[in-house]
């Protein structure tokens, strides 16, 4: 666990932290965040809120237990919510082991413009960094705030995906981005 000073002209610390399958309270924020997020960027990614609504408490825990998952936590004591999100997972082919792909960043609404995207990512980076060369991602085109917090994070745009996403709104193209991190 560690302290955030999002944003160093404030008060606002944001804790950021490795979430835990083995820890109900974890679990539940986890299932808090990703619903909140479907709901609120349904076209952000590639699964739907009807989709993982329903889905046990079990499911959310095994995803924790799989891959790495931080939460921003903003507040103190009892009173800190989770406001954010990021999963890492690497590869397990043994050709491909050196890969490892960024997934579900989210940053509610009331917690952006402070920092914890940046923070988050980092830290994201930093915890694969000792697992992995390089880091992959994918950002729906037109999200223009998210594909240059990546930037800004040091990744680069390799290639887009053409109708990566199918919705009931249309096709999404997605933005593949790489941040080599050693080797």
């Avoid at 808090?32 to 997020?37: E, P, Y």
């Avoid at 952000?44 to 809120?49: H, N, Q, R």
């Amino acid at each position: 666990m560690s302290n955030v000073n999002a944003n160093p002209n404030s008060d606002n610390t944001v804790v950021i932290r490795q979430l835990s399958s083995a820890d109900a309270n974890d679990v539940a924020d986890y299932r808090t965040i990703r619903l909140a997020a479907l709901k609120d960027a349904p076209d952000a990614f590639g699964s739907t809120y009807e989709a993982e609504v329903g889905l046990s408490t079990e499911a959310f825990a095994e995803r924790l237990a799989t891959t790495i998952v931080l939460g921003a936590y903003a507040g103190t004591g009892s009173d800190a919510r989770i406001v954010g999100m990021v999963g890492f997972k690497q590869q397990t082919i043994a050709k491909l082991a050196h890969k490892g792909f960024l997934w579900g960043f989210y940053v509610a609404p009331a917690a952006r413009g402070r920092g914890v995207g940046v923070a988050l990512v980092e830290r994201i980076v930093a915890a694969a960094a000792g697992l992995v060369q390089q880091l992959t991602l994918s950002v729906v085109r037109g999200n223009d705030a998210a594909l240059a917090l990546y930037e800004r994070c040091g990744f680069q745009t390799y290639g887009v995906e053409p109708r990566a996403l199918k919705s009931t709104t249309g096709y999404a193209d997605e933005v593949l981005m790489v941040r080599f991190l050693h080797g």
